[in-house]
T-cell receptor, first 113, second 112 residues
Framework: DAGVIQSPRHEVTEMGQEVTLRCKPI?????LFWYRQTMMRGLELLIY????????DSGMPEDRFSAKMPNASFSTLKIQPSEPRDSAVYFC???????????FGSGTRLTVV | QKEVEQNSGPLSVPEGAIASLNCTYS??????FFWYRQYSGKSPELIMS????GDKEDGRFTAQLNKASQYVSLLIRDSQPSDSATYLC????????????FGTGTSLTVIP
């Protein structure tokens, strides 16, 4: 089992550019979560999917953020346009119905300059 | 966003001592509680889960839950330098969804 796979591991971009973060959940997991982690706010839930359908996106900070899950093995989180305050570590996690507890990916460290 | 509060620390204990980490939560309907360990620069890793009032032991780790007081704690016995990390308390919301709410974490340093 390869675990939850995120790419890229690090991303440095200029303000105003589009950023796309990618996630491959564990095969067979039917829940997928996107979190953002900063020192000040800790881990914040942005959005989560169940069976590829977005269930709760109330944590998405604003319209610049969007997330998709076109199939069970792939999800993207897009920021357009990016701003310096978006700098954080973005984690993807997956889980399976009936088994509580997430498995996190390695995260993407985003720096917007 | 549901409230999950932790003392950010840092908490320092000598090697071999008991480390005590605390967490309170606001959603009285919450039923599932978790402790994650996060080493610097790494992703969170699940170490304990607890669902019923009382204590749950797993090796050197003991999770304690008091739903009436909306309080959950983690005890680490015989602390080792390898336990030095940030410990995150997570609470599953009381609704039907599967989302967790995390505290900001407590940084623990075990001094050799």
């Amino acid at each position: 089992d390869a675990g939850v796979i995120q790419s890229p591991r690090h991303e440095v971009t200029e303000m105003g550019q589009e950023v796309t973060l990618r996630c491959k959940p564990i095969s067979g997991h039917d829940y997928l979560f996107w979190y953002r982690q900063t020192m000040m706010r800790g881990l914040e839930l942005l959005i989560y999917f169940n069976n590829n359908v977005p269930i709760d996106d109330s944590g998405m900070p604003e319209d610049r953020f969007s997330a998709k899950m076109p199939n069970a093995s792939f999800s993207t989180l897009k920021i357009q346009p990016s701003e310096p305050r978006d700098s954080a570590v973005y984690f993807c996690a997956s889980s399976i119905t009936g088994v509580l507890g997430y498995t996190f990916g390695s995260g993407t460290r985003l720096t917007v300059v | 966003q549901k409230e999950v509060e932790q003392n950010s620390g840092p908490l320092s204990v000598p090697e071999g001592a008991i480390a005590s980490l605390n967490c309170t939560y606001s959603d009285r309907g919450s039923q599932s509680f978790f402790w994650y360990r996060q080493y610097s620069g790494k992703s969170p890793e699940l170490i304990m889960s607890i669902y019923s009032n009382g204590d749950k032991e797993d090796g050197r780790f003991t999770a304690q839950l008091n739903k009436a007081s909306q309080y959950v704690s983690l005890l680490i016995r015989d602390s080792q330098p390898s336990d030095s990390a940030t410990y995150l308390c997570a609470v599953k919301g009381g609704g039907t969804g599967n989302q967790f709410y995390f505290g900001t974490g407590t940084s623990l340093t075990v001094i050799p």
